[in-house]
C-alpha cells in the first residue's frame, strides 16, 4: 500500500530522530512514529484518514515539535506500516489497535489531533479513556450519523475507477488544486483501491456512529477545525458536529478543504498551538 517516496519519507523522518515503534496488540502489530519535542507543551499524537499514514503528517510534525514535549503518529491498522488482521478489517479491529496502542505508548495525558477518520478514532477513544486524553483537536472527524443516501453517495466517492475520477476526488478534498495535482490522483487511486480500504467503506452501512449523548460525556477541551472547501464529508457532518460539541472551539476556514494540514500546515499548526495555550492558563474565577 505504500510508494517508493512514502519509504523515503519514513527514512527522513527516523534521521530526524523519529523512532519507528512497533506495539503487540490483540488484533495485529501497530506501527508509529515516535519523537521527542523540545517544548513544554503537553505530548500530541497525531491520527490520520482512510488511506493515509503517519508520515503525511510529517508537515504537522515539523511545526509543533518545537513547542511540544513527543510526538507519536500511530498507523492505524491495515494502514501504513502496521499489519493487517488476518481475518480482514473490520470497525471493531480498528478501534482495538488504536485503544490498545495509545493505551502501550502514552505515559501521561495526551493531546489527540485526529483527521477524517482519524478523528473519529480520537473521539473513540477520548471517550474510553477520557483520563488518558490532555484535550481533543478534530479537522474534519468522521463519526457523525449519515442517512443511507449520504453513505452511499460517500462510498461512491472513494471508488476511483480513472484517473479523471481520481482527479474529482482530490478537487473534492483540496480547497484548491494542489500541486502535483495528477501525482496525487494517481496514488491516491491506488492506495483506495487496496482490499483493507474497501472493507472498511463497505462495512460503513454497518459502523455504529457517534451519539449526542455519548459526546455529552466529553469533558476535556476540545478544538475543531472544518474547512468549508471540505466536500468529502457531507454538509450535515459539520453541522451535526457543532450541535452535538456546543462548548467546543469551531473554525471554518473559507480557504482551506478536508485535510487542512495538506494545504497549510504553518497556519493549521498556529491555530492548534493558540489551542494549546490555553490549555497552560489558570482557569478564571
Not at 459502523?207 to 475543531?224: I, K, S
Not at 457543532?242 to 493549521?268: I, N, Q, T, W
Amino acid at each position: 500500500m505504500l510508494l517508493p517516496v512514502e519509504h523515503l519519507m519514513r527514512a527522513s523522518l527516523n534521521v530526524r530522530g523519529y523512532r519507528s515503534v512497533r506495539v503487540a496488540t490483540s488484533v495485529g502489530e501497530v506501527h508509529a512514529l515516535d519523537g521527542r519535542g523540545v517544548g513544554t507543551l503537553p505530548p500530541v499524537v497525531l491520527l490520520h484518514g482512510l488511506a493515509s499514514a503517519g508520515i503525511h503528517l510529517a508537515p504537522m510534525m515539523s511545526e509543533l515539535r518545537p513547542w511540544v514535549r513527543r510526538l507519536v503518529a500511530p498507523d492505524l491498522l491495515a494502514h501504513g506500516y502496521s499489519a493487517t488482521p488476518a481475518g480482514g478489517v473490520t470497525s471493531a479491529n480498528l478501534r482495538a489497535g488504536v485503544l490498545e496502542s495509545l493505551d502501550a505508548l502514552l505515559d501521561e495525558p495526551a493531546v489527540l489531533v485526529g483527521n477524517s477518520l482519524g478523528g473519529f478514532a480520537a473521539l473513540r477513544y477520548a471517550l474510553h479513556r477520557p483520563e488518558r486524553v490532555k484535550a481533543l483537536v478534530l479537522m474534519s472527524p468522521g463519526g457523525a450519523p449519515l442517512s443511507h443516501g449520504e453513505i452511499d453517495a460517500l462510498r461512491r466517492s472513494f471508488r476511483m475507477g480513472s484517473q479523471r475520477e481520481a482527479l474529482a476526488f482530490v478537487d473534492r478534498v483540496f480547497a484548491r488544486p494542489p500541486r502535483m495535482r495528477s501525482l496525487i490522483a494517481w496514488g491516491t487511486r491506488r492506495k483506495m483501491a487496496h482490499p483493507a480500504v474497501r472493507q472498511i467503506l463497505d462495512a460503513l452501512h454497518d459502523e455504529p456512529m457517534l451519539g449526542e449523548d455519548e459526546l455529552a460525556r466529553l469533558t476535556m477541551p476540545v478544538f475543531v477545525m472544518w474547512g468549508r472547501g471540505d466536500r468529502v464529508l457531507p454538509p450535515s457532518s459539520s453541522a451535526w458536529f457543532r450541535k452535538a460539541l456546543p462548548g467546543a472551539r469551531f473554525v471554518e476556514p473559507d480557504d482551506l478543504g478536508h485535510s487542512p494540514y495538506l494545504e497549510d500546515a504553518p497556519r493549521v499548526c498556529d491555530e492548534v498551538l493558540d489551542f494549546l495555550r490555553t490549555l497552560a492558563l489558570p482557569a478564571r474565577t
